[in-house]
């Protein structure tokens, strides 16, 4: 990582007010502080550190789909109350392997707790240790959504077509 001196004198100034904001963290921020001002390029990777890498698009759509799956096949066993359908595995959302698809598993949770969307979804943290299946996901996932597409993706689902998507 490569910082213009204009780069880091914004970031000096910043963690110099961070520093005084946050007194628990100012030996923190007086360090990447000091790493600025003297240009210890070796260590300006400590500065972006914490900043996750960016997700794409196409996963985050990947992600809202799935849950918008599992939000009609919530919908269809709250009507139904079809036992069947209830007892199977897949039949709730199982998060992401949070070994694997830590991002996937992140953007779950911030969808669902900080944002409040699906929040069906909530019933089912403790069962599914708050979105961490602990296995991978995505492939599963895929075939269940592949077979969603090919019946047209309907909200409302009959209990063939929700057992026909949840046998992996």
Same mark, same amino acid.
């Given at each position: 990582m490569h910082f213009t001196k204009k780069?880091?004198?914004?970031?000096?100034?910043?963690?110099?007010?961070?520093?005084?904001?946050?007194?628990?963290?100012?030996?923190?921020?007086?360090?990447?502080?000091e790493i600025l001002e003297d240009g210890y390029e070796i260590f300006y990777s400590q500065i972006d550190e914490w900043i996750s890498q960016d997700m794409s698009k196409s996963e985050g759509e990947f992600v809202l789909e799935i849950l918008n799956l599992y939000r009609a096949i919530e919908d269809y066993k709250r009507m139904s109350k079809d036992q069947e359908i209830i007892k199977n595995? %897949?039949?709730? $959302?199982?998060? *992401?392997?949070? =070994?694997?698809?830590?991002? %996937?598993?992140? $953007?779950?949770? *911030?969808?669902? =707790?900080?944002?409040?969307?699906?929040?069906?979804?909530?019933?089912?943290?403790?069962?599914?240790?708050?979105?961490?299946?602990?296995?991978?996901m995505i492939g599963i996932y895929k075939s269940m959504l592949s077979k969603?597409?090919?019946?047209?993706?309907?909200?409302?689902l009959s209990a063939q077509n929700i057992n026909d998507i949840l046998s992996i």
């Open positions: 780069e880091r004198l914004i970031l000096i100034n910043q963690y110099k007010i961070l520093s005084k904001l946050c007194p628990d963290d100012s030996e923190h921020y007086n360090e990447l502080r595995s %897949y039949s709730y $959302f199982r998060g *992401f392997d949070g =070994n694997n698809e830590g991002q %996937y598993m992140q $953007f779950a949770r *911030f969808l669902i =707790n900080k944002q409040n969307k699906f929040s069906e979804q909530k019933d089912y943290l403790r069962k599914n240790d708050n979105l961490n299946s602990h296995m991978p969603w597409s090919s019946i047209g993706k309907p909200w409302n």
